[in-house]
């Protein structure tokens, strides 16, 4: 079984910056992708960033192109969402899932595993 647990959430004025993290243990697999998700209430939850743990090919969501920056840590089994440039829409609850995967997926079928969330809010 892998666990998921995401920290580093917070309230942040707009044009700030904020890191996330997120650590998997338990037994993880040759093949490896881990990825941020956003939701917000009555919306379904949305890609964000990915990242394949072994190789680091990341995939981005246009959005967050160019003020998110997606990194990991393979030794640790841990990965970043370093967050400038961000606005109000930003502000939603983030989650970390991990998978099975070659290549980072957008998908959020692909993921088995995910944290509990964690809330960024972005004031104006």
């Known amino acids: 079984q892998v666990h998921v647990v995401e920290s580093g959430g917070g309230l942040v004025q707009a044009g700030g910056s904020l890191r996330l993290s997120c650590t998997s243990s338990g037994r993880i697999f040759s093949r490896f992708a881990m990825a941020w998700f956003r939701q917000t209430p009555g919306l379904e939850r949305a890609f964000v960033a990915a990242?394949?743990?072994?190789?680091?090919?990341?995939s981005y969501d246009d959005s967050v192109k160019g003020r998110f920056t997606i990194s990991r840590d393979s030794v640790r089994n841990t990965i970043y969402l370093q967050m400038s440039s961000l606005t109000p829409n930003d502000t939603a609850v983030y989650f970390c899932?991990?998978?099975?995967?070659?290549?980072?997926?957008?998908?959020?079928?692909?993921?088995?595993?995910w944290g509990q969330g964690t809330q960024v809010t972005v004031s104006s």
């Open positions: 990242v394949n743990m072994y190789d680091s090919n990341t």
């Open positions: 899932a991990g998978g099975l995967l070659a290549a980072p997926s957008r998908r959020l079928a692909d993921y088995r595993y």
